[in-house]
Every structure is written in C-alpha cells, then in structure tokens.
C-alpha cells in the first residue's frame, strides 16, 4: 500500500507505512560538557518489537532498559506496542516471541512473557479507566456545540 508520505524509522532507517510506526522517547546524545537528553521520533514496529524482548524483568515488573546504545523508557515502549497491535501491526502470539526473544538472556522467557503480558493488561486498563474519566467532559463539551449550533 502507497501513501503519499512514510515515516522513516530512527532506529534502523526504514521507510515504513505511517500506521506501523510510533512516537517513542529515547535518551541519547550526551558528552563530555553536555548532559544527554530525551528525544522523541518515529520507531518502526520491528524495531520496537527488537527493544521490548530486551526490557530487564526485575521484581514481577518491567524496568529501564540500554538497548542498541539509547536509553529507553519501557513504559514507552508498552505503549507503543499497545498502539500497534491495535493498528494490526504487532501481536502477542507466544510462538513468534519466543522466536524473537534472545537465546543469552538473564531472564527466562518463561519469566518474561507474563511480564509482557501483565504490563499490556495494565496499560489497557489504564487506558479505558482515562477514557470513562474524560467521557463526562467530551460529552458536556459536545451538548454545548450542540446547544450553539441550534
């Protein structure tokens, strides 16, 4: 599929459709005199597939991780794949993570995969308990253009 423009991905240079990437926050670019600091770029689906089967596991819970040299946030990048997996871009399917999750790992994929799994339920659950706290709001915002359009 064509579109008029793509989005090139900031970690492996990629050209890719614009629903198959995401805005991702990594820290980077600091030296000798100058702190690094946190950016945020277009991050294709594969690339943040590759940076979540490197998130340490610690205590139950997902942690910041150094992937590829940048500093990701891991809540981040849950997020991100949340999005791509609503945009059918990214799955869960055990069997394909497995195969994607690193043979030298600390932590056991056993260990790792609820952990995934775990994090995204969170995230979802987050998302819907904003979505029933903003409803009252839209739904006034939206009785009131009503009201001024009749």
């Known amino acids: 599929m064509t579109t008029e423009w793509e989005a090139r991905c900031r970690s ?17 670019g600091g030296s000798y005199r100058r702190p690094g600091r946190w950016y945020r770029g277009q991050t294709c689906a594969r690339c943040i ?70 994090e995204v339920e969170k995230a979802r659950a987050r998302a819907a308990a904003e979505a029933e706290r903003l409803r009252p709001v839209i739904r006034e915002i939206l009785d009131e253009l009503d009201a001024q359009e009749g």
Do not use: K
Request: aromatic content about 14%; some cysteine; overall charge negative.
């Open 12 to 28: 492996c240079g990629r050209r890719v459709h614009p629903l198959a990437a995401c805005d991702v926050s990594r820290f980077g």
């Open 49 to 118: 597939e590759g940076a979540v089967v490197h998130i340490g596991v610690a205590d139950g819970r997902f942690d910041y991780i150094n992937h590829g040299g940048y500093h990701f946030n891991a809540r981040d990048l849950v997020g991100a794949l949340i999005t791509l997996i609503n945009r059918g871009y990214s799955d869960l399917d055990e069997q394909r993570w497995r195969e994607m999750y690193p043979d030298n790992r600390w932590v056991p994929f056993d260990q790792f995969f609820p952990v995934l799994l775990d």
